[in-house]
C-alpha cells in the first residue's frame, strides 16, 4: 500500500472560533477557542495559550493553509507568528455562525435591560420595572443590539427610546449640597434654575446647605457650578445612589 503524503504547511483544526483581519490585500486568520476570545477582549483572560489553539496566522483556517512570512511582513511589520497573532486577536473581526450571533445579542439585550432596570423607575410610582418588562418594551419598539457597543452606553441610549413604550427616566440621586455665604446667593440661583425645588433649604450665617434629588445627568453639571461660584470652598456629597421605592412595578 503507498505511503499517503500530508503537506507539511497544512494543519487542520476542529470547533474552532476563527479571528480575521484582511490587511495588504490579504486574508488573515487566527485559530482560538470558542468562547475565549470575548473573554480576553475585557480582559477576564490573562494566558494567551487559553485562547489561541496554536501560534500560527493562516490563511485559511478551515483549509488549514498557513501565511507565509513575507505577506507578514509587508501586512504587519514582522514574521514573528506571536506578535501577529496578539495582533490579529485585538483588531480583527470574530466570525461566529448565525446560531450563535443570535445568541449573543440576545444575552446582550438581556444585559442591557438588566442595567436600564437596574438606572430607571416608573416616575408615577418610584418603583423599578423588572427585567422582563424592559426586555418586552425593547422588543416593542424595535431596539436593535449593536454588538460593537457595550452594554451600559447602550442601556443609556434606549432609556429615552423606551418613554415610546412605558413611563420610565432616570432613578435621581439624592445629594447635599454646601456653598459658603461669599458664593452662596449666586450659586443657588443657578442651582435652583437646574434641579428645581430642593428637599430641603438651609441658609446657615449666609452660608447654603441643600438636600435634594437630581437626574445622575446632571451631576458634573452641578458639580461645575459648585465649584466655579465657591472657587473650591463648596462642597457636593452623594447621599444615596439611587432614590427609589422599594418593590417591583408591574405591568397589568
Known amino acids: 500500500?503507498?505511503?499517503?503524503?500530508?503537506?507539511?504547511?497544512?494543519?487542520?483544526?476542529?470547533?474552532?472560533?476563527?479571528?480575521?483581519?484582511?490587511?495588504?490585500?490579504?486574508?488573515?486568520?487566527?485559530?482560538?477557542?470558542?468562547?475565549?476570545?470575548q473573554s480576553w477582549r475585557k480582559g477576564a483572560e490573562k494566558d494567551i495559550d487559553e485562547v489561541l489553539q496554536t501560534h500560527s496566522v493562516?490563511?485559511?483556517?478551515?483549509?488549514?493553509?498557513?501565511?507565509?512570512?513575507?505577506?507578514?511582513?509587508?501586512?504587519?511589520?514582522?514574521?514573528?507568528?506571536?506578535?501577529?497573532?496578539?495582533?490579529?486577536?485585538?483588531?480583527?473581526?470574530?466570525?461566529?455562525?448565525?446560531?450563535?450571533?443570535?445568541?449573543?445579542?440576545?444575552?446582550?439585550?438581556?444585559?442591557?435591560?438588566t442595567i436600564v432596570s437596574e438606572k430607571t423607575v416608573n416616575p408615577d410610582t418610584k418603583r423599578p420595572y423588572p427585567v422582563g418588562v424592559i426586555e418586552?418594551?425593547?422588543?416593542?419598539?424595535?431596539?436593535?443590539?449593536?454588538?460593537?457597543?457595550?452594554?451600559?452606553?447602550?442601556?443609556?441610549?434606549?432609556?429615552?427610546?423606551?418613554?415610546?413604550?412605558?413611563?420610565?427616566?432616570?432613578?435621581?440621586?439624592?445629594?447635599?449640597?454646601?456653598?459658603?455665604?461669599?458664593?452662596?446667593?449666586?450659586?443657588?440661583?443657578?442651582l435652583v434654575a437646574i434641579v428645581g425645588t430642593a428637599e430641603r433649604t438651609e441658609w446657615d450665617c449666609g452660608n447654603l446647605e441643600m438636600t435634594c434629588l437630581i437626574d445622575p445627568g446632571l451631576y458634573r453639571q452641578i458639580d461645575d457650578i459648585i465649584s466655579r461660584e465657591s472657587k473650591g470652598k463648596g462642597s457636593f456629597e452623594l447621599l444615596n445612589l439611587k432614590e427609589i421605592t422599594e418593590g417591583d412595578e408591574t405591568v397589568q
Open 1 to 37: 500500500m503507498a505511503n499517503i503524503f500530508t503537506p507539511t504547511n497544512q494543519i487542520r483544526l476542529t470547533n474552532v472560533a476563527i479571528v480575521r483581519q484582511k490587511k495588504g490585500g490579504k486574508r488573515f486568520e487566527i485559530a482560538c477557542y470558542k468562547n475565549k476570545v
Open 58 to 113: 493562516f490563511t485559511n483556517v478551515s483549509k488549514g493553509q498557513f501565511a507565509n512570512k513575507e505577506d507578514l511582513v509587508k501586512a504587519f511589520g514582522t514574521d514573528d507568528q506571536d506578535k501577529v497573532c496578539n495582533m490579529i486577536l485585538a483588531k480583527g473581526e470574530l466570525q461566529v455562525s448565525e446560531k450563535e450571533r443570535s445568541q449573543n445579542l440576545e444575552s446582550m439585550l438581556r444585559d442591557i435591560c
Open 136 to 190: 418586552s418594551a425593547m422588543k416593542e419598539i424595535h431596539y436593535s443590539v449593536k454588538p460593537n457597543k457595550n452594554s451600559k452606553q447602550q442601556a443609556l441610549e434606549a432609556i429615552p427610546l423606551l418613554k415610546q413604550s412605558i413611563p420610565i427616566e432616570r432613578a435621581q440621586m439624592k445629594v447635599r449640597i454646601f456653598v459658603p455665604k461669599q458664593a452662596a446667593k449666586k450659586a443657588h440661583e443657578s
